[in-house]
């Protein structure tokens, strides 16, 4: 079946250092990989998607991931953190076969905080 | 353009109550869906519609109801409300999601049951 990891429930990042938060996916062929953020009590924004082409994809925000076919992960990057960052981090899927249509599936995201 | 307009905001319900969760979007979007949210367990897609009058279960369908008679709109039923189903849901919609055409998300409904 289908699924999205997301390893590490809690990351804790100073302000400044770089970031980096992991996901992985099972699948038999290239989904479609977003990656969303959520601030306390808010909906989701998306951050950046991956399609098709350059493997490294820029998002708003600062914010990049890269696919990695042979590792089936997206992992979120960002060079230098802000105290705005702070958020719950959510990797999502598309797949699209077996009449799934497009469903989304999400990983149990990643709660990101910011010591200053 | 208002995208996904999710109503209420916040709800509570006693345990038994019935309610619709509304959705619309005005981006003649044919794909719309439901999700839940709860702590720890990411969003987890409740029912999907690929157009009009046709719909389909997701991961947690059980005790929730949906129609799509319109383009337009996409109502969530919960026809004997439950403390289980103490949530956050969230709406969804795109263009084409088989064509890599992204997902707008609503706002949220904040629900309650007690």
């Known amino acids: 079946a289908q699924s999205v990891t997301q390893p590490d429930i809690h990351i804790t990042v100073s302000e400044g250092a770089s970031l980096e938060l992991r996901c992985n996916y099972s699948y038999g062929a290239t989904p479609y990989l977003f990656w969303y953020v959520q601030s306390p009590g808010q909906g989701l924004q998306l951050l950046l998607k991956?399609?098709?082409?350059?493997?490294l994809v820029q998002g708003i925000k600062g914010f990049e991931a890269e696919f990695k076919r042979s590792q089936s992960s997206f992992n979120l990057r960002k060079p230098s953190v802000h105290w705005s960052d702070a958020a719950e981090y959510f990797c999502?899927?598309?797949?699209?076969?077996?009449?799934?249509?497009?469903?989304?599936?999400f990983g149990k995201g990643t709660k990101l905080s910011v010591k200053p | 353009n208002a995208g996904v307009t999710q109503t209420p905001k916040f709800q509570v319900l006693k345990t038994g109550q019935s309610m619709t969760l509304q959705c619309a979007q005005d981006?003649?979007?044919?794909?719309m869906s439901w999700y839940r949210q709860d702590p720890g367990m990411g969003l987890r897609l409740i029912h999907y519609s690929v157009g009009a009058g046709i719909t389909d279960q997701g991961e947690v369908p059980n005790g929730y109801n949906v129609s799509r008679s319109t383009t337009e709109d996409f109502p969530l039923r919960l026809l004997s409300a439950a403390p289980s189903q103490t949530s956050v849901y969230f709406c969804?919609?795109?263009?084409?999601?088989?064509?890599?055409?992204?997902?707008?998300f609503g706002s949220g409904t904040r629900l309650t049951v007690v």
């Open positions: 999502a899927v598309g797949f699209f076969y077996g009449g799934s249509q497009g469903n989304l599936i």
């Open positions: 969804a919609s795109s263009y084409s999601p088989g064509r890599g055409v992204g997902y707008t």
């Open positions: 991956y399609f098709s082409g350059d493997t």
């Open positions: 981006m003649n979007h044919e794909y």
